[in-house]
């Protein structure tokens, strides 16, 4: 599998989300995007895509992300992400074991819990989000791989 759209990602996370029955808004895509992106690059041993996460207020974000679904806010996302011409894309599961392994393991132990509850993890001391250090900076790789013990803990 080679480089992925952030948007084809969001978009698969979205297309799971519809098909499971659960809500999903700007911040829990951020979450689950980001636990989906550390479980691939442990599974894959590379990043997803080029773009770095970045400390936020309540998390690590993906500005495009952000960009692209902050008209939501605090509401359920109730669109996809298109492109300019209005087509929507998603992330071909099917092409990768690594891929197809992060979202099951994401949505079987992170879809269905909290907003609320996902950010006291991603939050928490020892997280790539909390070594990254300040607001706006990246998140490191070695970080993100860090935290996929964390995230399968709850296993």
């Known amino acids: 599998m080679g480089v992925v759209s952030t948007m084809a990602v969001a978009n698969a996370i979205l297309q799971e989300c519809a098909r499971r029955k659960t809500s999903c808004t700007p911040e829990k895509l951020q979450q689950l995007l980001y636990i989906f992106c550390c479980l691939f690059l442990s599974y894959a041993e590379k990043p997803l895509f080029s773009e770095e996460f970045l400390v936020g207020k309540r998390g690590p974000f993906l500005p495009s992300v952000d960009w692209k679904f902050k008209c939501f806010r605090w ?4 669109t996809y992400a298109k492109d300019a011409m209005g087509n929507v894309y998603t992330m071909d599961l099917a092409s990768s074991a690594a891929a197809r392994h992060a979202m099951a393991d994401m949505c079987e132990l992170w879809m269905p ?12 001391p020892d997280t790539g989000w909390a070594k990254a250090g300040y607001y706006g900076e990246t998140i490191k790789a070695e970080g993100m791989r860090s935290d996929v013990d964390l995230f399968l803990r709850k296993r």
């Open 75 to 78: 509401r359920k996302i109730n």
């Open 113 to 124: 819990a909290p907003e609320a509850s996902i950010a006291c993890v991603l939050c928490s």
